[in-house]
């Protein structure tokens, strides 16, 4: 859902480094994957097509925060209804 979003702190050798990535649009949502080394945080439409991709090794990865959406829906996710007479 539109609000999704992730905090990823990364070790940047020395220092570090926050990414956010967030669901840009209505009815997109994120997924969060890891392994084989890597953790990966994917935007995906409601039809399942990933739209873009964050790819972190994990060994590198210090903290990753996921933040829901909120239960409400905004006014582009709400579907007008019709009474059927």
Do not use: C, W
């Not at 070790?11 to 392994?35: C, K, N, P, Q």
């Not at 994917?42 to 996921?66: D, Y």
Request: net charge positive; charged share 25%; no cysteine.
């Amino acid at each position: 859902m539109k609000g999704d979003r992730v905090e990823v702190v990364v070790d940047a050798g020395g220092t570090t480094r926050m990414y956010e990535i967030a669901a840009t649009r209505a009815g997109r949502r994120l997924d969060v994957t890891h392994g084989r080394g890597l953790v990966e945080v994917t935007e995906v439409t409601r039809g399942g097509t990933p739209v873009r991709t964050a790819r972190f090794m994990a060994n590198r990865v210090i903290a990753l925060v996921e933040h829901p959406a909120s239960q409400q829906l905004t006014n582009d996710e709400v579907a007008a209804l019709h009474q059927v007479a």
